[in-house]
């Protein structure tokens, strides 16, 4: 009697075991599938491969707020190719928001890693880290959804959009990027900041428009901050550490910079 309980017993252990791996297997070809889904109902990149998008999830979040205190939003945009765009504000843009914009695949792992270690050392997580192709990613499709998977979903994307290639994603950025209240792209920031095209932008002029991204509805170069005034003085520098502007160049655009953008009394 008792082999026969020792034997049922362990017949029935064995049989649990043969099951364990059928479940693993089943567990996993589950969360594969779920992954596959995930990923492909992610939004595609290749219809911005020649055509710009005729709206994005950050104008469309500003609708919602608009429309929500009884307001029309305003939008003031008009799409340029990116050599219609000051190859000074190009360059502030990267170096200021990306410096290795054209060397990473869409995200920057040694950026992340310094963003890890302050998170770490202020036991928070801070700002920064974000690419380019993240930020493009950020306002084309997720808006200002702040969320574990939103960062997966940002990083699926921005890898979507290295497909179309550096200079496609550097100008649908400065095409879509806010620029103030209501003011979306390089060409209506140019005009309205400055009353010229974009492509007749100066050193200063770039400085000051690269300064005004990390707050655009909170920099108005009309209305100078501290934070504004020290920034573009910042990126102005940007070019001379880069040698883009030669010593004498940077002096000017430096005397420039402060009659654009005078210090409050």
């Keep these: ?57 950050l104008i469309q979040a500003r609708g919602r707020v ?5 307001l029309v939003a305003r939008r003031v945009q008009e799409w340029v190719p990116l050599k219609a765009i000051s190859p000074w504000l190009q360059k502030a843009v990267v170096a200021s928001e990306d410096a290795r914009f054209w060397q990473h695949d869409g995200l920057d792992k040694v950026e992340l890693e310094k963003a890890f270690q302050k998170a770490v050392e202020r036991g928070k997580l801070g700002r920064g880290a974000s690419t380019l192709t993240q930020q493009l990613a950020k306002n084309l499709w997720l808006g200002e959804e702040r969320s574990i998977l939103r960062k997966v979903k940002e990083y699926l994307l921005a890898r979507r959009l290295e497909a179309l290639g550096k200079q496609r994603i550097l100008e649908l950025y400065l095409n879509v990027v806010e620029w103030g209240n209501g003011i979306y792209g390089a060409e209506a920031a140019a005009r309205t ?73």
Excluded at 10 to 31: E, N, V, W
Excluded at 237 to 250: H, I, P, T, V, W
């Design 193 to 265: 900041w400055f009353k010229k095209p974009a492509s007749q932008l100066l050193p200063e002029e770039a400085a000051v428009l690269a300064a005004m991204l990390p707050a655009p509805r909170k920099r108005n170069p009309r209305r100078p901050s501290g934070k504004l005034l020290s920034r573009s003085a910042e990126v102005l520098e940007l070019f001379g550490d880069y040698k883009q502007l030669s010593g004498a160049r940077l002096l000017e655009a430096r005397a420039r910079l402060k009659r654009l953008l005078p210090s409050p009394p």
């Design 1 to 57: 009697m008792a082999r026969a309980a020792r034997a049922k017993s362990r017949s029935r252990g064995a049989g649990r075991r043969s099951i364990l791996p059928r479940l693993l297997l089943f567990a996993l070809l589950f969360a594969l599938a779920a992954a596959g889904a995930f990923y492909l109902s992610l939004p595609s990149a290749e219809p911005l491969r020649r055509e710009p998008p005729a709206t994005t999830a």
């Design 66 to 70: 608009a429309r929500a205190k009884g």
